[in-house]
């Protein structure tokens, strides 16, 4: 099993920036691949960005290419998502995931509870 905590949401206005941490443990960091999704009001949960195990690839889906970066510390067994330039579309509750397996695929097996993101306009 593999517990995730997510932390940093908030209240955020729009041109602002945010960073998300995840802090993991259960399961060796450095085997799980790891992932960020999102869920807005009344939508379906979306992938974001994964990262592979050793930090060094990484995907994003193009709704935040170029304003989201994922980046992990496996010493810290922690990853996290950097959001620039948000936007009220990206108001969500923000989720860290892991999976053994592919970091770029969105079946990830492991979730966090999730923090609120809200962006204001």
């Known amino acids: 099993q593999v517990q995730l905590v997510e932390s940093g949401g908030g209240l955020v206005q729009a041109g602002d920036s945010l960073t998300l941490s995840c802090e993991a443990s259960g399961r060796p960091f450095s085997s799980l691949a790891m992932g960020w999704f999102r869920q807005g009001p009344a939508k379906e949960r979306e992938f974001l960005a994964g990262i592979s195990w050793s930090g060094n690839s990484a995907y994003y889906e193009d709704s935040v290419k170029g304003r989201f970066t994922i980046s992990r510390d496996n010493a810290e067994n922690t990853v996290s998502l950097q959001m620039n330039t948000l936007k009220p579309e990206d108001t969500a509750v923000y989720y860290c995931?892991?999976?053994?397996?592919?970091?770029?695929?969105?079946?990830?097996?492991?979730w966090g509870q999730g923090t609120q993101v809200t962006v204001s306009s």
């Open positions: 995931a892991a999976k053994l397996g592919a970091y770029w695929q969105k079946d990830y097996d492991y």
